[in-house]
């Protein structure tokens, strides 16, 4: 991510590694878009189809499983969704809540997801996220699951489901939309029933010894669909008041995740913000396991999620949610949020941020599916992801070259169109990149077509918008 880029020339195409990098960087930052000055929105997956949202069921649009939606919900409101599920399949649904800028939220404030059949009867697992005592508007996700199997008596055949997403909060709420990410994941059957019915009922829960030693900097994105990639390590980023970071650690069967976030002290005010960092951890299919808060002023604070078990097929038969969500294999989102309050009282920021992270445990070979998933990675755990983390590419994009100089030129305006690049900086990429082909087919030797950039500031180091 810092210092001298090279583009080099193989068998006489341009490997557009340099740009595509910068590019994917962009796409897993709009979040920490601060140095042109520009806002922080919820990245919403570039793929997502835009849906509304029914007030009756037989209204209800579909939604397909390995698919992302984006829709919006009104204060009150009760929406539905519609599902076409087999008898085998359990389907899992999860509703990302995104307040629009300018708004404000109260601790009760949030949404609900649930999961019924043609007979208003609820499946197995319905879930409600709030705003909390941050009092912070940001992105909250909320899930639902239809389950088959076990001892669950509704739900169970094949047919219409519906989804239903509620907005909840007090008589007061603030009235304005909500914009909403939907998605839907379906996990096959086993080819043979599980080994046990019941979670594992011993597992270490002791804390591992603290890591130490030099961090990297990895700059947070602004979604689930742009969250960059971590493996075992000491992280550093900023993050300013009002945003919220995310990040993925690949997590594989058998293997524990331990998170750790520091907040960095600052000199800039001496005010309290009861609880000021908030780091909550989401499974695969995006259903919340756990979160940790920790209060501010100004001195560093440190928040670390309480030991969670190793993952494995048998924790959702656990009646506790947080040992419960430790039922996949893939990756783990780890979202960081900032109440806006600290900026009232501590100061605008950006605040040093560290995150340790720890993946301990070997990893064991997982349960053996009937079918594939949908979407067919999602309880993968990509082979790609340490080394992505490794090498610095944000949101698990790694840059490729390959190709046609025009296709490689293509590929890349396409990167930067997905990073939501603004059309300034896409044009000044995009130039550059043409003008090293313009070099090189007027005959300019290879090693004079080095680009050079002067290393990237931490955001801590730059000023930086409010908003996530």
Not at 272 to 281: D, H
Not at 336 to 365: C, E, M
Not at 388 to 410: N, Q, R
Request: charged share 20%.
């Amino acid at each position: 991510m810092m210092g001298r880029r090279t583009v080099r020339w193989y068998g006489g195409r341009v490997l557009v590694a340099a740009a595509a990098a910068l590019c994917a960087t962009f796409a897993g930052a709009a979040g920490q878009a601060a140095a042109d000055g520009l806002p922080t929105p919820y990245a919403f997956a570039q793929d997502a189809t835009t849906v509304k949202g029914a007030t009756d069921t037989t209204d209800a649009v579909p939604l397909e499983p390995g698919k992302t939606y984006k829709s919006s919900i009104g204060r009150d409101a009760k929406l539905y969704y519609r599902l076409e599920l087999d008898a085998t399949s359990n389907a899992y649904v999860s509703a990302t809540a995104v307040p629009r800028p300018g708004t404000t939220v109260s601790y009760s404030d949030g949404v609900k997801v649930s999961v019924q059949d043609a007979n208003s009867r609820h499946c197995s697992f319905s879930g409600t996220a709030h705003f909390g005592a941050t009092q912070s508007p940001h992105p909250i996700a909320a899930w639902a699951s239809r389950e088959t199997g076990g001892d669950q008596y509704a739900c169970q055949t094949l047919g219409t489901y519906y989804v239903v997403v509620e907005r909840s909060g007090t008589a007061d709420s603030p009235s304005g939309d909500w914009d909403l990410e939907l998605s839907h994941v379906s996990e096959p059957a086993l080819k043979k029933a599980a080994g046990s019915t019941s979670a594992p009922e011993v597992w270490n829960s002791a804390s591992p010894d603290a890591l130490a030693g030099n961090p990297k900097r990895r700059r947070g994105g602004a979604g689930f669909a742009t969250a960059s990639s971590l493996r075992q390590g000491i992280w550093q980023d900023g993050i300013s008041p009002g945003q919220t970071l995310f990040y993925k650690v690949p997590v594989d069967w058998g293997q524990q995740l331990y998170a750790t976030a520091d907040l960095g002290s600052s000199s800039r005010g001496n005010r309290y913000v009861g609880t000021a960092l908030v780091m909550s951890l989401y499974n695969p299919v995006r259903g919340f396991v756990d979160d940790v808060g920790s209060g501010y002023d100004g001195s560093q604070r440190s928040a670390a999620l309480d030991p969670l078990p190793p993952v494995a097929y048998e924790n959702r038969y656990a009646l506790n949610d947080r040992v419960s969500g430790m039922r996949f294999a893939g990756s783990y989102y780890l979202v960081i949020h900032l109440s806006a309050q600290v900026a009232d009282k501590i100061g605008d920021g950006p605040f040093g941020l560290t995150l340790r992270v720890r993946v301990a445990g070997t990893a064991r070979t997982g349960p053996a599916y009937t079918g594939r998933p949908e979407p067919r990675d999602a309880f993968a755990v990509p082979a790609g992801d340490s080394d992505e983390a490794a090498d610095g590419t944000v949101g698990g994009a790694a840059a490729t070259g390959g190709g046609g100089s025009s296709g490689s030129d293509s590929s890349t305006l396409r990167l930067v169109a997905a990073g939501g690049i603004g059309t300034g900086s896409a044009l000044v990429l995009g130039l550059g990149v043409w003008t090293v082909v313009a070099r090189r087919r007027a005959g300019v030797p290879p090693e004079e077509a080095d680009t050079a950039s002067a290393p990237m500031p931490a955001p801590w180091e730059r000023g930086a918008p409010r908003g996530w």
